[in-house]
């Protein structure tokens, strides 16, 4: 089996470990955080070896960081230190993946959800526990798909785009790039750039920068 390392020692990283580590396809060497508390300690039995910005000991790996923005900017670091660097997938062995999908690189695919003929999923993409994305649906790279929400087939969800736990979004909808779609939400209508939408029907509540925290 072949070493990988991991970006993040957080709750969604610790997700990904037990993903790998029932994958069987990978040894993990050790994880990589900016906490400077847990340097030299074990997070879910691997070592943290150093800081996300060091030199890593593998060749390959993920990234465990739940974030969108922070994801895509610790990507970008990673593809100027180390270009030669291969993000793998992480697919829990419960999934349900059409053969037809396309998963881009370093994507995650959570236990028990669903991704249904023709969907493409960009890098480095979330698709957490128990959600569903349909036939035809387009995620754009660093989007993310929140436990137990579900995609009407050829939804489109933009760059970095999050859509909150429960949340339900009818077929053929366009959901804009850096936008937020809050928890439980019916969205029944295409929702823009960079807001905040929440509610049944689901309407956008205010506006959004590109780097606003949402997790």
Same mark, same amino acid.
């Given at each position: 089996?072949?070493?990988?390392?991991?970006?993040?020692?957080?709750?969604?990283?610790?997700?990904?470990?037990?993903?790998?580590?029932?994958? $069987?396809?990978?040894?993990?060497? $050790?994880?990589?955080?900016?906490?400077?508390?847990?340097?030299?300690?074990?997070?879910?039995?691997?070592?943290?070896?150093?800081?996300?910005?060091?030199?890593?000991?593998?060749?390959?790996?993920?990234?465990?960081?739940?974030?969108?923005?922070?994801?895509?900017?610790?990507?970008?670091?990673?593809?100027?230190?180390?270009?030669?660097?291969?993000?793998?997938?992480?697919?829990?062995?419960?999934?349900?993946?059409?053969?037809?999908?396309?998963?881009?690189?370093?994507?995650?695919?959570?236990?028990?959800?669903?991704?249904?003929?023709?969907?493409?999923?960009?890098?480095?993409?979330?698709?957490?526990?128990?959600?569903?994305?349909?036939?035809?649906?387009?995620?754009?790279?660093?989007?993310?798909?929140?436990?137990?929400?579900?995609?009407?087939?050829?939804?489109?969800?933009?760059?970095?785009?999050?859509?909150?736990?429960?949340?339900?979004?009818?077929?053929?909808?366009?959901?804009?790039?850096?936008?937020?779609?809050?928890? $439980?939400?019916?969205?029944?209508?295409?929702?823009?750039?960079?807001?905040?939408?929440?509610?049944?029907?689901?309407?956008?509540?205010?506006?959004?920068?590109?780097?606003?925290?949402?997790?």
């Amino acid at each position: 089996m072949e070493w990988i390392v991991i970006f993040g020692a957080g709750g969604h990283a610790q997700v990904i470990i037990d993903i790998i580590e029932l994958m $069987g396809l990978y040894r993990i060497a $050790g994880i990589y955080d900016d906490n400077p508390a847990l340097i030299g300690k074990f997070v879910a039995g691997y070592p943290v070896l150093g800081f996300v910005h060091s030199n890593v000991v593998a060749k390959k790996g993920i990234i465990g960081i739940g974030d969108n923005m922070q994801r895509e900017l610790l990507e970008r670091n990673i593809r100027a230190r180390m270009p030669d660097f291969v993000f793998i997938n992480a697919i829990h062995p419960s999934a349900i993946i059409s053969k037809n999908v396309t998963l881009g690189d370093g994507t995650a695919v959570m236990a028990g959800s669903v991704i249904n003929p023709n969907a493409v999923i960009g890098p480095h993409s979330i698709i957490n526990t128990m959600a569903s994305v349909d036939h035809d649906c387009v995620l754009e790279p660093f989007a993310s798909i929140a436990p137990g929400a579900h995609l009407g087939g050829n939804v489109h969800i933009g760059t970095r785009t999050f859509v909150g736990m429960s949340a339900t979004i009818i077929h053929g909808l366009q959901i804009g790039h850096d936008t937020v779609i809050g928890a $439980g939400a019916t969205v029944v209508n295409n929702i823009p750039n960079h807001v905040v939408a929440y509610g049944s029907p689901a309407k956008p509540v205010r506006g959004r920068v590109m780097n606003e925290r949402y997790l």
